[in-house]
């Protein structure tokens, strides 16, 4: 079994950021494995299954990437709808891909996207949505995994997926990335069923997001993560 891994005393920093979402005051001990997000509400904004256009690199809007002072693809549109990253969430994909956190973390995407063309959708947007300049959400993604590996991407419910994440997406992940559910915490926003309380049933920290990834949510996982875990280490 692998265990988790001490963070020191003070994240690292790095000067493209203006600003971490890890609060200096919040000191971790230990940090998760793995970090999954559920990303329709949860990640980013709107629903797939309500939108009905693959996007294309021409459907790219630019803008202001957050708190930073350069401008990269901010939302990609699908018909008259954006699909753009939730603020809270953007910082922490930076944060993540500026080695802001313990260099054994990953991270992974747990999404029961309603239908094939929902999946299409947000697997597009994923290629074009950037979270640093010329760095795309996917590109953070597969930071950390071999080069090729989507054993990480579980997004959908077509079969070996189904409705049920605590049932399919999370088994897959455990077996995919080796990583166990102890050492795993969860987001989902849990609008349309208790995610959180059937994939927490495995032993997964999980953390609702209702209105999309905030700050406090992010701070408040790390919180619990180590109020579970953190004595026994």
């Known amino acids: 079994t692998r265990r988790p891994f001490i963070a020191l005393t003070r994240m690292k920093s790095h000067n493209v950021l203006k600003s971490s979402i890890v609060n200096e005051d919040c000191q971790f001990k230990i940090y998760p494995e793995l970090v999954v997000f ?9 629903e797939m299954y309500t939108l009905s256009e693959i996007p294309t690199p021409g459907d ?23 699909i753009k990253v939730f603020p809270a969430a953007l910082k922490v994909l930076q944060d993540y891909y500026t080695d802001q956190f313990p260099s054994s973390m990953r991270i992974a995407a747990a999404s029961s996207a309603d239908t ?16 640093l300049p ?56 849990c609008n349309w069923g208790d995610h959180c309380g059937k994939v927490g049933a495995l032993g997964v920290t999980t953390q609702r997001t209702p209105r999309g ?10 919180v619990a993560y180590n109020r579970r875990y953190a004595e026994t280490e």
Not at 60 to 82: F, H, M, P, W
Not at 216 to 221: I, P
């Open 213 to 222: 990834l905030q700050q406090r949510e992010w701070l408040q996982c790390l």
């Open 134 to 189: 010329g760095v795309t959400v996917r590109e953070v993604f597969a930071k950390g995994w071999p080069k090729g590996f989507e054993g990480n991407l579980q997004i959908g419910r077509t079969p070996p997926l189904s409705s049920n994440k605590a049932e399919t997406h999370f088994p897959i992940l455990r077996k995919e990335t080796n990583i166990d559910y102890e050492k795993m915490i969860f987001f989902d926003d």
């Open 60 to 82: 790219a809007i630019r803008g202001k990437l957050g708190d930073l002072d350069t401008e990269g693809v901010i939302s990609v549109k699908s018909g008259y709808d954006q």
């Open 38 to 46: 559920d990303l329709d509400m949860c990640l980013w904004s709107p």
């Open 116 to 131: 094939p063309l929902a999946v299409e959708i947000g697997r597009a947007a994923m290629n074009l949505l950037e979270v």
